[in-house]
């Protein structure tokens, strides 16, 4: 698998650092604070890199989906040196390419599992140069598909951090998806915002960026907008008033465990936030969800 047009970074990241003892393993990653990508050392507990698989995922090259399963290929084989600092470096850009999104995979999978998130077996990931760009989620298969791109995009999809954790969420919430796909959605919607800290995160890996804004879930909505981004917009407006996105992704997992089969809306899943706060923190949430919401009452508010 080739990396196009993150050459320079991926060269960057291959590059010898100060002197030092570690075996962290550099990549390539967005840093949390400018939102760029930068060279980075990251722990990968649990994973066997030369394979590059782990607890996150099982990359696998040349392999395609067969209706229900993954079939076929073969997992990478990825040589790694110590840099000067210590840091463990795939010696190939195709490696650093692919280490790097697993890195971002595993980021995702622990911002989930810190906000309540089920501890899932890792599932097969299809990378492949003609696949769709970014980490896609196939609910049929319990897999991913892993692609490059797209051109013209600031961030690669899959380096972005909630591009990555919105797929891993989807995982997370396949079952609810079944009999309630708009709430699944808007959820994990959310719950890719909050991994990034930024409402406008799938503006980054927009060729073009989004210069209206389109894709802000802190945006005013239009009339016409689907159940899932008016879900995921109040979940974020609550969140950043709150304060603790942690704290808000948890509370929307669980109110996604708590749905049940019969008909549901967004007014239900953020009844069911509501339902677990109290006092101010119940106040101010129902504040901001009436104020989100188009239509219909959250049962949970007096």
């Known amino acids: 698998?080739?990396?196009?047009?993150?050459?320079p970074l991926l060269l960057l990241a291959a590059a010898c650092g100060a002197a030092g003892t570690s075996d962290r393993l550099?990549?390539?990653?967005?840093?949390?604070?400018?939102?760029?990508?930068?060279?980075?050392?990251?722990?990968?507990?649990?994973?066997?890199?030369t394979a590059v698989r782990g607890p996150a995922g099982i990359l696998l090259l040349g392999a395609a989906l067969d209706g229900a399963r993954a079939a076929g290929g073969a997992s990478p084989d990825c040589q790694l040196r110590h840099k000067v600092s210590g840091a463990l470096v795939a010696r190939t850009v195709p490696c650093v390419t692919l280490l790097s999104q697993y890195a971002?995979?595993?980021?995702?999978?622990?911002?989930?599992?810190?906000?309540?998130?089920?501890?899932?077996?890792?599932?097969?990931?299809?990378?492949?140069?003609?696949?769709?760009?970014?980490?896609?989620?196939?609910?049929?298969?319990?897999?991913?598909?892993?692609?490059?791109?797209?051109?013209?995009?600031?961030?690669p999809s899959a380096l972005n951090p909630g591009a990555v954790a919105r797929e891993m969420a989807r995982r997370q919430l396949r079952n609810l998806a079944e009999a309630h796909a708009e709430e699944a959605e808007g959820i994990a919607l959310f719950l890719g915002a909050a991994a990034a800290g930024d409402p406008g995160y799938l503006?980054?890996?927009e060729p073009g960026g989004d210069p209206v804004g389109q894709l802000d879930l802190s945006r005013p909505l239009p009339a016409s907008a689907p159940s899932s981004a008016v879900l995921?917009?109040?979940?974020?407006?609550?969140?950043?008033a709150s304060g603790d996105l942690t704290a808000a992704s948890r509370a929307a997992l669980a109110?996604?465990?708590?749905?049940?089969?019969?008909?549901?809306?967004?007014a239900a899943v953020l009844s069911l936030v509501a339902a677990q706060l109290d006092g101010a923190e119940r106040?101010?949430?129902?504040?901001?969800?009436?104020a989100r919401l188009r239509a219909g009452e959250v049962a949970a508010c007096p």
């Open 104 to 155: 971002a995979m595993e980021r995702g999978r622990q911002f989930l599992l810190a906000a309540g998130a089920e501890a899932l077996l890792p599932a097969p990931v299809l990378a492949d140069e003609s696949a769709a760009p970014g980490l896609r989620y196939v609910a049929g298969a319990d897999a991913f598909t892993l692609g490059e791109g797209p051109a013209g995009a600031r961030v």
């Open 1 to 7: 698998m080739r990396s196009r047009w993150t050459l």
């Open 283 to 290: 106040d101010q949430a129902c504040a901001v969800f009436r």
């Open 26 to 49: 550099s990549v390539l990653g967005v840093d949390r604070l400018s939102g760029a990508l930068a060279a980075q050392e990251v722990d990968l507990p649990g994973a066997d890199l």
């Open 232 to 240: 995921a917009g109040a979940l974020w407006a609550w969140a950043d």
């Open 203 to 205: 503006a980054a890996s």
């Open 255 to 266: 109110a996604s465990r708590a749905l049940g089969a019969g008909p549901s809306d967004a």
